[in-house]
């Protein structure tokens, strides 16, 4: 059962912005807490940013704090990685996944998407 997909990567300009959307089963998105990981070629996945079910904590990598916002819209079932001033080293696959924790999605455990691909030129 696919219960994560992943959409809205593309080609973008360094400095341009993108929206990635997860798309997730009712029951995934109301308890579970939600995240982005990106994994570049020839490098290990990482964190990127993390949302707490509720909506009321979010957690970021330095790398991309004050750039990237995560969010939710509950009556899309949405989890949403607004992307701005992207530069070539925000290159990579883009996943989403899901935890019933918070402090677990961040370290990276539980459900996973397919990806999305992200590519910044410079």
């Known amino acids: 059962q696919v219960q994560l997909v992943e959409s809205g990567g593309g080609l973008e300009q360094a400095g341009g912005s993108l929206r990635l959307s997860c798309a997730a089963s009712r029951h995934i998105f109301s308890n579970y807490a939600m995240g982005w990981f990106r994994q570049a070629p020839g490098k290990e996945r990482e964190f990127v940013a993390a949302?707490?079910?509720?909506?009321?904590?979010?957690h970021y990598a330095d790398s991309v704090k004050d750039r990237f916002t995560i969010s939710k819209v509950n009556a899309k079932n949405t989890v949403y990685l607004q992307m701005h001033s992207l530069k070539p080293e925000d290159t990579a696959v883009y996943y989403c996944a899901a935890d019933p924790r918070f402090s677990s999605v961040v370290a990276g455990f539980g459900s996973w998407g397919q990806g999305t691909q992200v590519t910044v030129s410079s």
């Open positions: 949302i707490s079910a509720s909506g009321g904590s979010a």
